[in-house]
């Protein structure tokens, strides 16, 4: 997808970015939703890229809390894309902080505290959150493989919930300058906007977001030049691939003999939060979690951190909080607290599955995550049963309490019957198998086999055929042991 704009504006390049941003440099502010950060004293972020033809990804975040006892450092490093199985060091303004063994995705995490906590304490040098200036991550050899600068926080007011400028940085040798910035506001309105001077007066240039190319522009007779892109907008509208803004990386503009003019990158902190939530459930990379707005899933590495477990192992009903960064639809975690104690005393939780079998009025139900027996009680409210006796088959959503390793159920409500005709629905998984006209994926720790018609339609594959490995969104209705598919729609290519 391509927009073009051929602009001729009249301002200088400062006239044009006061109206978005009192000074030049990079600030960021941030708050709502997944995309707030809690800096109860200080906060600085880098974004890290590449050094030459190095591959990869970076993220740090340096923060000061003031507690009781003093201030508290933390120190979270993340890297993505890299050398599968590999050391990388990390250093800020010269000081060494540590070394990340990338897992075999090619992703990585380190976090520093000084209070403990299970974690190796922030190096006394390091210089306070103001004077921070920039990180270098050290690959094989110690070459420099991804590198950043420090931008700092500030909180919006009123209804913008993200907003994060930076500058983009003249990579050709030449006097070019430039800036990005994201806005997202209440209600779903959300803005990029990149502009840029010292360039070649009438010449064309190509904006290319995160390797797509979202304009063309012309630059005007003083060599200046902007794009806008917003949602919802009819006339420059912001493409779906930008959507949220919070995620975008990389901002480049390169001109027509294909040279690379100006880069920078967004710290994209609104891709990292702090979860509460009831576990509910176990997938085969982690966990599903309840919170207060939504179910989420988990997944867990072999870098997560777990604080206050103990003995404990993790179970359903627990309570925790989970701090990590979201992976597309999962959240992949880096620190895991527990917050219930050692067992399951005071955990409550819901699920909603099939009873997979019946013992007089207590039951095993099947979740997409595992199974679940289930204790009823004199207390127990059923609603929706009528003349109806729980069943094999039957959906239900239940609500209730742990009380050690026994889930005592409040309320049972029975949401339908053992009915062929109404166990419809939609899946969400990933592909294991494929021999068309059926596949196989795989949701939490179940194998479902689909069966695709002629009526089935595809969604958002275009000319990419269905493989193992790829995340569908399957709608359609069970017939039997196989799930007929009504709509499959590509999430993810694997």
């Not at 979690?289 to 899933?297: A, C, G, I, P, Q």
Request: aromatic share 6%; proline share 4%; charged share 25%.
């Amino acid at each position: 997808m391509k927009y073009r704009y051929h602009l001729l504006t009249v301002f200088s390049l400062a006239v044009l970015l006061s109206s978005s941003q009192p000074t030049f440099g990079g600030s960021l502010r941030t708050s709502g939703g997944r995309a707030m950060p809690q800096a109860a004293h200080g906060t600085a972020y880098a974004a890290l890229q590449p050094v030459g033809a190095a591959t990869g990804w970076g993220r740090v975040v340096v923060r000061d809390d003031d507690v009781p006892s003093g201030l508290k450092r933390t120190v979270q490093v993340w890297l993505f894309g890299m050398e599968p199985r590999t050391d990388y060091l990390v250093t800020i303004d010269g000081v060494d902080i540590g070394a990340i063994l990338t897992h075999s995705s090619g992703n990585g995490v380190l976090k520093l505290q000084n209070d403990g906590r299970g974690h190796e304490p922030v190096p006394e040098e390091l210089p306070s959150i103001d004077e921070l200036q920039s990180v270098v991550i050290y690959g094989p050899g110690l070459a420099p493989t991804l590198e950043g600068s420090f931008s700092s926080l500030v909180h919006p007011g009123g209804e913008t919930t993200y907003e994060e400028s930076i500058e983009l940085d003249d990579v050709s040798g030449g006097d070019a300058e430039g800036m990005a910035k994201v806005e997202m506001e209440e209600g779903g309105h959300q803005e990029f906007k990149t502009c840029a001077t010292g360039l070649m007066p009438t010449s064309l240039y190509d904006v290319i977001v995160d390797g797509l190319t979202v304009a063309t522009v012309t630059a005007d007779e003083q060599g200046q030049a902007c794009v806008k892109l917003e949602e919802p907008d009819d006339e420059n509208p912001l493409p779906p691939e930008m959507s949220p803004v919070s995620k975008i990386v990389l901002v480049q503009w390169w001109d027509s003999a294909g040279d690379l003019i100006l880069s920078g990158a967004f710290t994209g902190i609104g891709s990292c939060a702090h979860l509460k939530g009831t576990v509910t459930g176990f997938t085969a990379t982690g966990f599903t979690l309840e919170t207060s707005d939504e179910t989420v899933t988990v997944v867990v590495t072999e870098e997560t951190a777990w604080e206050e477990f103990g003995d404990h192992e993790l179970a359903l009903g627990d309570k925790v909080k989970v701090e990590g960064c979201w992976d597309d639809d999962d959240f992949v975690a880096e620190v895991i607290e527990l917050l219930n104690g050692d067992d399951h005393e005071d955990g409550c939780a819901k699920f909603v599955g099939i009873i997979g079998n019946v013992s007089g009025e207590n039951f095993v139900l099947d979740t997409d995550e595992g199974s679940l027996p289930v204790v009823t009680t004199g207390e127990t409210e059923w609603l929706n049963f009528g003349d109806h006796e729980p069943a094999i088959g039957d959906k239900v959503k239940v609500e209730g309490c742990w009380d050690g390793e026994v889930f005592v159920a409040d309320v049972v409500e029975l949401k339908s019957r053992d009915d062929p005709g109404e166990k419809c629905g939609n899946l969400m998984g990933v592909v294991t198998e494929v021999s068309l006209p059926s596949f196989s994926m795989q949701k939490g720790n179940k194998t479902i086999q689909v069966l695709t018609t002629i009526e089935t339609e595809w969604e958002d594959f275009g000319d990419h055929e269905i493989a193992v490995g790829d995340k569908v969104k399957v709608a359609g209705c069970w017939s039997g042991e196989v799930f007929v598919a009504e709509e499959v729609e590509l999430k993810k290519q694997g």
